[in-house]
């Protein structure tokens, strides 16, 4: 069954953000550049304050976002990025979540419950329920897609795929059950030829072992995902440090949910939590291909 979706968003207007056609000007980009800001001023107060981890701005420009794009955000959220990209993006733009598949799902354990995993099988149809509480009038479509079922009408019709810190459960799964091979193939279908994809991930330590690096802790390899890319078809184009932390070295002991937000090993630690808040959050790669 094709899990996709698109509605019209409706709730909350950036005021100041009408859409805006793509023209590769220097006033065209003064102007997203105004309001991309003005987007990000507007949202919560909890968002706001991780953009000094995040950098929302640095990264959306890096990746080269504009208005009346179509956007796949993969393991979406509604304030990271979807939310953003809903206000961003405009009328004439859309954003499209994009979640793991029902098979992938069931290999995480824990939380992912017989009962947790039976309201997720309906995820697609929440999340656009839900759309109108943080996506407003004037701004983009919301679409919703699952990895590996994906619709032939979204072949060919995104501008941009997004896998912010989404990566290491594909690659944790990859041998057990090839959900990073399937995600590639989707990625091909649905990105327009010369789209690009995004990723800013968890970034291991060169010198830890593979096998920790494999992504259960978190973390990748950046060297390790660029191979990936480019075996699967994938252009590398360019990285940025614009979300480096080099206070973030986690040893073969360590994984990435000891930092904030999570703050995993230290909740009844304050002198451990203290450490943590310091280092702040992840040291992340930030890296850009373009299928061919």
Avoid at 51 to 77: A, C, N
Avoid at 159 to 177: I, K, Q, S
Wanted: glycine fraction near 10%; charge should be negative; proline fraction near 4%.
């Amino acid at each position: 069954m094709t899990k996709f979706l698109l509605i019209s968003a409706a709730a909350l207007a950036v005021a100041g953000c009408a859409s805006l056609p793509l023209v590769g000007n220097s006033d065209a980009a003064a102007t997203n550049e105004a309001r991309l800001e003005a987007v990000l001023a507007a949202q919560s107060d909890a968002a706001k304050a991780r953009y000094q981890y995040r950098h929302p701005k640095q990264t959306l420009e890096f990746f080269g976002v504009e208005p009346g794009m179509t956007v796949v955000d993969s393991l979406s959220g509604k304030i990271w990025y979807s939310g953003i990209l809903a206000s961003y993006l405009g009328p004439d733009g859309n954003v499209i979540a994009a979640d793991y598949s029902m098979p992938m799902w069931r290999r995480f354990g824990g939380f992912a419950d017989d009962e947790w995993l039976k309201k997720r099988e309906n995820w697609a149809e929440t999340w656009l329920d839900g759309a109108g509480e943080w996506a407003g009038e004037g701004a983009a479509e919301v679409g919703a897609m699952v990895y590996g079922s994906v619709s032939d009408e979204l072949a060919g019709t995104a501008d941009v795929v997004l896998f912010v810190r989404a990566l290491h459960h594909f690659n944790r799964f990859e041998e057990a059950g090839g959900h990073f091979t399937e995600a590639f193939a989707d990625i091909h279908k649905v990105l327009k030829s010369g789209g690009a994809v995004g990723v800013v991930q968890h970034r291991a330590p060169a010198g830890n072992s593979d096998k920790w690096a494999v992504g259960n802790n978190g973390y990748l390899k950046q060297d390790q995902i660029i191979a990936a890319f480019e075996e699967a078809g994938f252009e590398f184009v360019t990285s940025s440090e614009i979300n480096a932390n080099p206070k973030d070295q986690p040893t073969e002991d360590e994984f990435v949910w000891r930092l904030p937000p999570t703050l995993g090993t230290s909740q009844e630690d304050d002198a451990l939590k203290a450490e943590m808040m310091a280092i702040g959050e992840s040291d992340r790669m930030t890296l850009l291909f373009r299928k061919p």
